[in-house]
């Protein structure tokens, strides 16, 4: 399920992300986060740069620093697995329905990249977790991930999607026992979304 509202944090400064980083590392380590967040808010005018109203801005660092505190938690867990995979949203294809050369599996479901733009993020993430010997699925949504896991017996999960959709996601594979690390988007909206390629490159 989406959030009920729209953000892009993609022109925001590289250090935000580190903040980010920060504090969930504290919050593994003393269970909280403090004022940190209304902090990094004000210091980083995310409210003026975003359009957000203070709780929703809330929200949404508040999930950051929550999926970054699980991913850190479940590091050792996911760097022991050895059948991984890779679930990218559709939403973050450059082009989206005929423009997008990707071809679709229903009985998955995934899309399956055609590379047709070498500067599409789909494309770009495909390629580099590959490389490493994942595999991947574009996905039309999250409600398919327990099936494809189960079914396909995965160890190891690296997802990309907001926030509501990896917490939820979260939730289903850590009762099925499945180590994930997840990748934020950092503009939402279902189309042309956005999440920072080297933060998948470094979870990979
Ligand atoms: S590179 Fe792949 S995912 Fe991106 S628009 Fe082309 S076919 Fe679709
Ligand atoms: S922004 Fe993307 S990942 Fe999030 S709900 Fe919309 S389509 Fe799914």
């Known amino acids: 399920m989406p959030y009920k509202f729209t953000f892009d944090l993609s022109r925001i400064s590289r250090f935000f992300f580190s903040e980010i980083s920060k504090a969930s590392y504290q919050k593994g380590v003393h269970r909280k986060v403090g004022k940190s967040v209304q902090n990094m808010i004000k210091k980083f005018k995310i409210q003026e740069a975003t359009g957000l109203n203070l709780s929703d801005a809330v929200v949404l660092l508040q999930d950051m620093i929550d999926m970054h505190s699980k991913n850190l938690m479940e590091r050792e867990r996911f760097e022991q697995a050895k059948k991984r995979v890779l679930f990218l949203p559709h939403c973050s ?112």
């Open 93 to 204: 294809r450059k082009h989206m329905e005929s423009h997008c050369k990707a071809s679709f599996d229903p009985s998955i479901p995934s899309y399956i990249c055609a590379h047709c733009s070498p500067d599409c993020l789909v494309n770009k993430a495909v390629f580099l977790a590959e490389k490493k010997g994942y595999e991947v699925y574009i996905l039309p949504g999250g409600s398919c991930v327990p099936k494809i896991v189960k079914t396909r017996g995965y160890e190891g999960v690296v997802g990309v999607a907001c926030g509501e959709e990896t917490r939820l996601s979260g939730e289903l594979l850590g009762g099925m026992g499945v180590a994930g690390q997840a990748v934020p988007l950092i503009k939402n909206g279902c189309a042309n979304t956005i999440f920072n390629i080297e933060t998948l490159a470094s979870i990979l």
